[in-house]
């Protein structure tokens, strides 16, 4: 081969690396670290109930869409037996991520029967007897609850019929039709609001005024909403945007047309985030839904709302927040062992083999410059890598691997150097015996990590795809890079035959002929 193509190989390669280096450093990239580097939250959750292993692992997918439409940074979240392990690196507010990834998240839309006072146990001897829903076709109270079902108010609560439904009960509530009788029943536990959604319900209001709200059974559930967004409204308030499904359409038109100028409360695993007055008798598609929003409520919201309910209640079993100072302790102390054994096969190698020794030590730099470069860059992509502390042992181990292809294609130049041939033939062609060596052994390198990362979970294919990538890495700088600087090395009388670090010396060549 050439000079001229052995250089612009050399040239080309060391060009790619660093470039790559330089535009990660130059836009600021760097590797994302994980959870035992960086520190964040471990968290557990078991199902309510026993579930089938298909709808643990859809809980677990709605929950991965959850955490990236956060911004977490590459979350973990895998299901192990009938649990879900979630590993969140770098969160720094767990709490309010914890109750957005284990909320169910289910939205019912449910008419407001009437206002509520407080609850007011009630007194003397006389018991409170349990009273259902009026509503035909309603479930039956469960037996052994001790919680009261409240009955159906004496008529919906209607907007514009206030004063109409205060002469019929006889007192003035205000603003809002609260009736009193409501006061001996206790408000729905927010756990229940599923098991009750065919019944009525009582849930703080959230309004000045009327503590409570009675709602009627589920008119329809957050499954009719095709997607929605968080906005500002034309009034300056946040609000959340949707749009409906072909189907959901036809239901909330249903709806409107029924509970036209009445109150239908949006209620969201037993918050009312919202009753809004139902201002139109069809909707075309879409509407929206107002309510004592700011931005971070609106958003919380409209990802519910777009990444649909779990189809199963979780529960966290295990909370735990890993501290970023011991995560620091062990990447720092990685980085130590790595750096230390690198200075050590780097001193040996240029011991050992001399000029060849610096082709090995500038080889190992080039192939980190590019692996930093390209695993920063893919941290910052869309793919969010995260690099945690069985990714460094991976790294670290591959520097072995790379070594290995030195030491193969050094050892086979010995061999020809010890036939006869001189230091200029026996470049070249010690490289095309060689390579074949090394792309078996890389073979069975990147198969072992491509079986451990299809096979594992967790962390080892953190270790797996680090060890996958540098195996690649070394392949092709074994051929563009190592082979031609060899080369040119190699025909170069003074570079080999120098008399103590000469590459004839490191081959134990009795003479370095040319």
Same mark, same amino acid.
């Given at each position: 081969?050439?000079?001229?193509?052995?250089?612009?190989?050399?040239?080309?390669?060391?060009?790619?690396?660093?470039?790559?280096?330089?535009?990660?450093?130059?836009?600021?990239?760097?590797?994302?670290?994980?959870?035992?580097?960086?520190?964040?939250?471990?968290?557990?959750?078991?199902?309510?109930?026993?579930?089938?292993?298909?709808?643990?692992?859809?809980?677990?997918?709605?929950?991965?869409?959850?955490?990236?439409?956060?911004?977490?940074?590459?979350?973990?979240?895998?299901?192990?037996?009938?649990?879900?392990?979630?590993?969140?690196?770098? @969160?720094?507010?767990?709490?309010?991520?914890?109750?957005?990834?284990?909320? $169910?998240?289910?939205?019912?839309?449910?008419?407001?029967?009437?206002?509520?006072?407080?609850?007011?146990?009630?007194?003397?001897?006389?018991?409170?007897?349990? $009273?259902?829903?009026?509503?035909?076709?309603?479930?039956?109270?469960?037996?052994?609850?001790?919680?009261?079902?409240?009955?159906?108010?004496?008529?919906?609560?209607?907007?514009?019929?206030?004063?109409?439904?205060? %002469?019929?009960?006889?007192?003035?509530?205000?603003?809002?039709?609260?009736?009193?009788?409501?006061?001996?029943?206790?408000?729905?536990?927010?756990?229940?609001?599923?098991?009750?959604?065919?019944?009525?319900?009582?849930?703080?209001?959230?309004?000045?005024?009327?503590?409570?709200?009675?709602?009627?059974? &589920?008119?329809?559930?957050? $499954?009719?909403?095709?997607?929605?967004?968080?906005?500002?409204?034309?009034?300056?308030?946040?609000?959340?945007?949707?749009?409906?499904?072909? &189907?959901?359409?036809?239901?909330?038109?249903?709806?409107?047309?029924?509970?036209?100028?009445?109150?239908?409360?949006?209620?969201?695993?037993?918050?009312? @985030?919202?009753?809004?007055?139902?201002?139109?008798? &069809?909707?075309?598609?879409?509407?929206?839904?107002?309510?004592?929003?700011?931005?971070?409520?609106? %958003?919380?919201?409209?990802?519910?709302?777009?990444?649909?309910?779990?189809?199963?209640?979780?529960?966290?079993? $295990?909370?735990?927040?890993?501290?970023?100072?011991?995560?620091?302790?062990?990447?720092?102390?990685?980085?130590?062992?790595?750096?230390?054994?690198?200075?050590?096969?780097?001193?040996?190698?240029?011991?050992?083999?001399?000029?060849?020794?610096?082709?090995?030590?500038?080889?190992?730099?080039?192939?980190?410059?590019?692996?930093?470069?390209?695993?920063?860059?893919?941290?910052?992509?869309?793919?969010?890598?995260?690099?945690?502390?069985?990714?460094?042992?991976?790294?670290?181990? &591959?520097?072995?691997?790379?070594?290995?292809?030195?030491?193969?294609?050094?050892?086979?130049?010995?061999?020809?150097?010890?036939?006869?041939? %001189?230091?200029?033939?026996?470049?070249?062609?010690?490289?095309?015996?060689?390579?074949?060596?090394?792309? %078996?052994?890389?073979?069975?390198?990147?198969?072992?990590?491509?079986?451990?990362?299809?096979?594992?979970?967790?962390?080892?294919?953190?270790?797996?795809?680090?060890?996958?990538?540098?195996?690649?890495?070394?392949?092709?700088?074994?051929?563009?890079?190592?082979?031609?600087?060899?080369?040119?090395?190699?025909?170069?009388?003074?570079?080999?035959?120098?008399?103590?670090?000469?590459?004839?010396?490191?081959?134990?060549?009795?003479?370095?002929?040319?």
């Amino acid at each position: 081969m050439g000079r001229r193509r052995l250089l612009a190989s050399v040239g080309l390669t060391s060009l790619l690396c660093f470039g790559m280096l330089a535009l990660a450093v130059g836009l600021s990239w760097s590797p994302h670290l994980g959870l035992d580097l960086e520190g964040g939250l471990s968290v557990v959750f078991t199902p309510n109930q026993k579930v089938s292993s298909t709808t643990l692992q859809n809980a677990a997918n709605i929950m991965s869409l959850r955490a990236n439409a956060l911004g977490v940074t590459q979350p973990n979240i895998i299901t192990q037996g009938d649990e879900i392990v979630v590993q969140m690196p770098g @969160v720094k507010d767990p709490q309010k991520i914890l109750k957005v990834l284990g909320t $169910t998240a289910q939205l019912y839309f449910r008419p407001v029967l009437c206002g509520a006072p407080a609850y007011s146990p009630a007194t003397g001897t006389a018991k409170a007897t349990t $009273t259902t829903t009026s509503t035909p076709g309603a479930k039956k109270k469960p037996t052994g609850t001790p919680y009261q079902v409240p009955p159906t108010c004496p008529s919906p609560y209607l907007y514009t019929a206030a004063a109409d439904y205060v %002469s019929q009960v006889g007192w003035d509530p205000g603003p809002y039709a609260v009736d009193p009788a409501y006061a001996r029943y206790k408000s729905t536990s927010i756990t229940d609001d599923e098991k009750y959604e065919h019944q009525n319900v009582i849930f703080p209001s959230g309004v000045a005024g009327v503590p409570r709200y009675v709602l009627g059974p &589920s008119l329809a559930n957050g $499954t009719i909403i095709k997607g929605a967004n968080a906005v500002l409204g034309e009034t300056g308030g946040w609000e959340v945007d949707f749009t409906l499904t072909g &189907s959901g359409g036809t239901i909330f038109n249903k709806i409107a047309a029924t509970y036209y100028h009445a109150l239908v409360a949006n209620d969201l695993d037993g918050d009312i @985030v919202s009753a809004p007055l139902i201002e139109a008798q &069809s909707f075309q598609g879409a509407g929206q839904i107002t309510g004592n929003f700011n931005s971070a409520s609106a %958003s919380t919201l409209a990802l519910d709302l777009n990444y649909g309910s779990l189809p199963v209640t979780l529960v966290a079993q $295990t909370s735990e927040t890993v501290s970023p100072t011991l995560g620091k302790s062990s990447l720092n102390a990685g980085l130590i062992a790595g750096l230390l054994g690198l200075v050590l096969v780097m001193l040996y190698t240029i011991y050992y083999y001399r000029a060849l020794g610096i082709v090995v030590v500038t080889g190992l730099i080039t192939t980190a410059a590019f692996l930093y470069g390209f695993i920063s860059m893919l941290s910052a992509s869309s793919y969010g890598l995260t690099l945690d502390l069985s990714g460094v042992v991976g790294l670290i181990v &591959s520097v072995g691997i790379t070594v290995d292809s030195y030491v193969v294609y050094f050892e086979r130049l010995k061999d020809e150097v010890r036939a006869g041939h %001189s230091v200029r033939a026996s470049v070249d062609k010690g490289f095309r015996s060689a390579y074949r060596t090394i792309l %078996s052994a890389d073979a069975v390198s990147f198969l072992g990590a491509l079986v451990l990362w299809w096979l594992s979970v967790g962390a080892v294919r953190g270790f797996a795809f680090m060890l996958g990538l540098s195996t690649l890495v070394d392949v092709a700088t074994a051929y563009f890079f190592t082979r031609p600087l060899v080369i040119l090395l190699g025909r170069n009388r003074i570079v080999a035959s120098a008399r103590h670090v000469g590459i004839a010396r490191g081959l134990a060549a009795s003479e370095p002929t040319q």
